[in-house]
């Protein structure tokens, strides 16, 4: 998402932003972040882990 906020058409040509669109856009990335981090919750709990994380160790 910050690598599509860089190369935003506005941004490249220099366009000004006004703050409220800045402020709405900064608001979207968060909250689009946040949903992406929340994701797995998505689905059955049996799933959330990977199936080698929890490799037991025996030396």
């Known amino acids: 998402m910050r690598e599509a906020?860089?190369?935003?058409?506005?941004r490249v040509e220099?366009?000004?932003i006004?703050?409220?669109?800045?402020a709405r856009a900064i608001n979207a990335e968060?909250?689009?972040d946040?949903?992406?981090?929340e994701l797995y919750r998505d689905f059955p709990r049996e799933l959330w882990d990977w199936p080698g994380q929890r490799i037991a160790l025996s030396a």
């Open 5 to 10: 906020s860089r190369r935003n058409p506005l």
């Open 14 to 16: 220099r366009h000004p």
């Open 18 to 22: 006004r703050p409220w669109e800045l």
């Open 30 to 32: 968060r909250r689009y």
């Open 34 to 37: 946040q949903a992406f981090r």
